[in-house]
């Protein structure tokens, strides 16, 4: 069954959203439960098909996982496992499962995951995840499209990363925790999904310091000093970025809940360039809005503290409408320009040479069919929709859905006229009434 959505453009989005847990923090807190041999609990879990993975991946290995989606929580109970193999069919259905590999070490010192390959965003090699393990001393192969990880022990060390990877930082952190001795990772990712991991493993017992810094100290523990704990995932920057764009986008005025401003300082920073105006209404609420045509600005994706990558498509789609000729440079992925044929198709002047895009800023989208090639083009694309001129039609939802919580729900309770339908069913009519979760209005 394919989803699409129906998207009618123009109307300005007005009113308050809230905004979930983070996805990319979520996913490596529950892989990271398995550290404790007891039940350790994780609220602010987002219903999305990622995190439904790292579900079926826990499961596999034997851990016993409850989700409540009325509490927006996870109890996973890993006191007995039975596996110690994340299976291709899952790791490549989802990169991050490949975090399970220093989950897995740190608990037992054996894994067997599966390569993820690469994706349609870029290559994303994970030589760096391999290095640093064979660092602390396992011993890798693989074989088969898997890597078969071991160890008698892990011992810290000093590991130094060519690129602050978000994932290889991840993956030795959770390495780490039970190695002997004392683990300095340098050149480490900053983002605040990296101090989330490192503030849930210190609350079940490790010993980390430093991280949100270029520079994290894992002094390892014992594994059996490892306890239950219940955490609270942090709020995502991403989608709280998306929900900020898609407002200033549509010259819209919202009040935007459960967001850490600090996440987003150099987005905010280019949003307020553009002509935006964000107010700070309580430590975690912004009031966001528009009143005019935006300026064009220039970006380059950094690793965090810099311009996120994953907000990359979704500026680019505000930059297609803006005043004047912006230029994008994007540092950390080969090919995430995805969204360029389809914004083109709507009326966007874009010229894209390598990892450069120049956008000449238009002064109106009109609405056509168009494909989400992946999560963040797509959702880039449904922005594209709500600022256009008449209809736009967004293929390929599981996508969306991997990343973005009732994304139609929250951009219809803001006045959007957007509904999802499957192409078994003729489409329905898009209104902008507040509707019920999951309800088509
Ligand atoms: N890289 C290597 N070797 C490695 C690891 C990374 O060459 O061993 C390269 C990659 O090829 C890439 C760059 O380093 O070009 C950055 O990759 P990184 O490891 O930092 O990214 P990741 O951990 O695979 C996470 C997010 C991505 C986000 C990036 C960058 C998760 C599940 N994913 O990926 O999120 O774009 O960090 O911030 O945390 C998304 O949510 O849409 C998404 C793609």
Redesign the pocket.
């Known amino acids: 069954m394919a989803e699409k959505y129906r998207i009618h453009g123009g109307e300005t989005l007005k009113g308050e959203v809230s905004i979930g847990g983070a996805?990319?923090s979520v996913?490596?807190l529950l892989a990271a439960t398995i550290l404790v041999k007891g039940t350790t609990k994780i609220y602010n879990v987002p219903h999305l098909t990622?995190v439904d993975i790292m579900l079926n991946v826990l499961s596999d290995l034997g851990a016993k996982c409850i989700y409540n989606r009325e509490e927006q929580s996870v109890t996973v109970d890993a006191v007995s496992m039975t596996s110690v193999t994340a299976k291709y069919e899952l790791v490549s259905k989802m990169?991050?499962s490949f975090i399970i590999l220093g989950a897995l070490m740190s608990r037992g010192r054996e894994a067997i995951v599966a390569l993820p390959g690469g994706c349609a965003?870029?290559?994303?090699?994970?030589?760096?995840?391999?290095k640093g393990l064979e660092a602390l001393g396992a011993k890798i192969k693989i074989e088969n499209g898997y890597v078969h990880a071991k160890a008698s022990k892990l011992v810290g060390t000093d590991i130094y990363l060519?690129?602050?990877?978000?994932?290889?930082t991840?993956n030795l952190m959770l390495a780490s925790v039970t190695a002997e001795g004392s683990t300095r990772i340098q050149n480490a990712?900053q983002?605040p999904?990296i101090v989330d991991l490192a503030n849930f493993l210190n609350t079940i017992g490790a010993d980390i310091t430093g991280a949100g810094t270029s520079e994290i100290v894992i002094n390892g523990v014992k594994q059996e000093s490892l306890h239950s704990a219940e955490y609270t995932t942090i709020p995502d920057r991403?989608e709280a970025g998306t929900f900020m764009a898609a407002v200033v986008g549509t010259r819209g005025k919202a009040i935007i809940k459960n967001v850490y401003p600090a996440h987003l300082t150099f987005f905010n920073d280019k949003l307020i360039k553009m002509g935006a105006s964000i107010k700070l209404v309580e430590p975690t609420t912004i009031e966001v809005s528009a009143k005019n045509r935006l300026n064009s600005i220039n970006f380059v994706t950094q690793?965090?503290p810099g311009f996120?990558?994953?907000l990359q498509a979704i500026a680019m789609t505000l930059l297609t409408v803006s005043n004047g000729v912006g230029i994008i440079t994007e540092s950390?992925?080969?090919n995430r320009f995805m969204q360029v044929p389809d914004l083109r198709r709507m009326g966007a002047d874009i010229h894209q040479d390598r990892n450069h895009a120049i956008i000449k800023g238009v002064k109106q989208l009109t609405g056509a069919t168009v494909v989400a090639s992946?999560?963040?083009a797509g959702a880039a694309l449904v922005i594209a929709g709500l600022m256009a001129n008449g209809e736009t039609i967004v293929e390929k939802l599981h996508h969306i859905d991997r990343?973005y919580e009732d994304f139609e729900y929250k951009l219809s309770n803001l006045g959007a006229k957007i509904v999802r339908y499957n192409d078994e069913i003729p489409a329905p009519q898009v209104s902008s009434s507040v509707i019920n979760r999951g309800e088509i209005s």
């Open positions: 996805k990319n996913l490596k990622d990169r991050a965003i870029g290559e994303r090699r994970v030589d760096f995840h391999i060519d690129i602050p990877s978000v994932g290889a991840e990712a983002e999904e991403i690793p965090y996120p990558t994953d950390l992925y080969e992946d999560l963040r990343g």
